[in-house]
């Protein structure tokens, strides 16, 4: 069984309290359900520099390294990817992904020779299929959502469809996180231990500041209720969350959604308290 670090690289800005990435921990999911040995490393909460984060990936000896970042930790992610490519003698698979690399796979590529492949956008497809092209020695160009080198060259393949059904997904690999060492309380309120989920992926407006337009490309999908609320009981019965952080860029865009959710944690008697955002033109004022 080929063994994929997933990593979070150090962050030295971080004026919120810190979560569980949910990106990662689909990513985890989904390469476990696909029968690969997975292990989430995070630098930040286990208080790792560059060096430590290096050392600590390279003692689980992978195979493949993937790792994320945000623009404000870039560099810290790109030093790691240096000292994974320059310790193992170049014997490990280092792709990157998330928001910063995604837009500007090309020239990531282009400047930082130890970073191998850039998965592009939504990666649980993407990535599997990139490692399993891979190990199983077939061309990466027939990899849709990845841009990477051949012969020298960088190459980007045409981007992959998003996700059309977000119900297919597993659920986060909560199970890989150290969610002990996470204790953020819910923004807003500032006092009930809280976890970050989401219902939906994307939005349909185009905010000039906002990251994520451009990263869902105005893409949005939702889970059904069920399902997400189900992800809500089990963090709530088997880890003890009562604050949960709803991750979705907006979560009012539709409001039969919201309303769904908000029936299916009171059907259940969960007592949760709950935070979220929302666009001020999605809003209405209800008594």
Sequence with gaps: ???????IPPQEKFTKDYLPSIGIGYLASSL??????????????????????????????????????????????ISVCRGIKEKSDNSVLVCVGGCHFSPIAEQTLKDVPEI??????EGEETFIELLNHYFQKKPLEEVLGITFRKDGKVISNPSRSFISNLDDLPSPA???????????RLEGEDRTRSI???SSRGCPNAC?????????????????PKKF????????????YRGFD???????????????????IIRRKLNTIWYARARVNTVDQRY
């Design 116 to 121: 191998d492949v850039v998965v592009r956008q």
């Design 32 to 77: 476990e359900k696909a029968g690969y040995e997975v292990k989430i490393i995070d630098s930040h909460i286990e208080g790792f520099n560059e060096e430590e984060t290096v050392a600590t990936v390279l003692e689980e000896d992978p195979d493949a390294v993937g790792m994320t970042c945000n623009s404000h930790n870039r560099f810290h992610a």
């Design 196 to 198: 970050g989920v989401m």
């Design 1 to 7: 069984m080929k063994k994929v670090i997933l990593v």
């Design 208 to 224: 000039s500041f906002c990251v994520n337009s451009a990263f869902w490309q105005r893409m949005f999908r939702k889970r059904s």
């Design 246 to 264: 709803f991750w979705d860029d907006t979560i009012t865009i539709d409001k039969n959604h919201i309303n769904e959710i908000c029936k299916e």
């Design 174 to 184: 909560w199970h890989l996180f150290k969610l002990e060492k996470y204790n953020a």
């Design 229 to 240: 609320v189900d992800e809500v009981e089990f963090l709530y019965r088997n880890y003890g």
